[in-house]
């Protein structure tokens, strides 16, 4: 109720920023850009300005698509855009890898950008914030909406805070000098142990398994008691939100450092100064 009292105040908030928003120039590295069509329910999502296809990924301007989805207030600066909907406050910032809704944190393979003085936001991501299920025609540059499940849950009820306090510890005291894809990516291996029916069935009894010896050495030499810093606990709630930089993959070790993951299982990618294996 609070949210659709405060609306009217941020729309125009939203139009007295807007005014002063610098006109920016895609980023260099943005490669092949294309316009690209977004429909919901068939119907076509007018906005302005227009969603792109940039390289494989489709973005769309953030205020613009939220204004699509019915009321939305924005207030932005020059590299972050925050957006208030009945049902929704979504944060994104320009280089980021991921945007925020109700304290959710939604990762993204390619980082929100400003274009001509636009946030825009890889749609996906978005998609899932609004609770709509996503398809892509390639034949006619299409994406196709389809309301499914309703605006996420918030942050505060949808993360478990024991599940959030060792995972934040393991990432901080495995990853922490590590860019954010390589923090999320040791995530990814708690993750993924959690779905395997050989490694134990909570994040706390994984990071700490020793079945098969120990499997992280932190749980044991007490590294893992450190004080995680704001990006491992930002890469812990992006891991526990299904972030997916790794694959399957159920192991990792130090590059260059010797290990039965490294002699026994195939090499899937290479993060930083980790290699992973499924």
């Not at 939100?241 to 010797?258: E, K, M, P, W």
């Amino acid at each position: 109720m609070k949210i659709r009292l405060f609306l009217p105040v941020v729309l125009c908030l939203a139009l007295v920023v807007g005014v002063f928003l610098p006109a920016l120039t895609p980023d260099a590295d943005a490669g092949a850009i294309k316009k690209v069509s977004v429909r919901i329910n068939g119907m076509q999502m007018d906005m302005e300005p227009p969603p792109l296809l940039i390289n494989s990924t489709t973005y769309v301007p953030l205020f613009g698509f939220c204004k699509t989805m019915g009321p939305a207030g924005a207030i932005a600066d020059a590299d972050s855009t925050t957006i208030l909907t009945p049902d929704l406050l979504i944060t994104a910032s320009a280089g980021d890898c991921y945007i925020t809704a109700n304290r959710r944190y939604l990762y993204s393979h390619d980082v929100c950008k400003i274009i001509d003085g636009a946030m825009y936001v890889p749609l996906r991501p978005l998609a899932k914030a609004f609770g709509v299920m996503l398809s892509w025609s390639a034949a006619s540059n299409t994406v196709y909406l389809f309301p499914a499940f309703g605006p996420i849950e918030p942050g505060g009820t949808y993360y478990d805070e024991t599940d959030l306090y060792w995972m934040a510890r393991i990432i901080s005291a495995e990853a922490r000098g590590e860019c954010m894809s390589g923090k999320v990516a040791v995530g990814n291996v708690v993750m993924n142990r959690l779905q395997s029916p050989i490694y134990p069935d909570t994040v706390y009894g994984v990071i700490f398994d020793r079945r098969f010896s120990v499997q992280f050495t932190p749980a044991y030499s007490g590294a893992i008691n450190c004080t995680p810093d704001t990006e491992c606990i930002i890469a812990a709630k992006l891991a526990l939100d299904g972030a997916d930089v790794i694959g399957d993959s159920l192991y990792f070790n130090t590059v260059r450092t010797g290990s039965w993951a490294a002699r026994n299982r195939p090499l899937v990618t290479t993060i930083g100064n980790h290699n992973f294996y499924a």
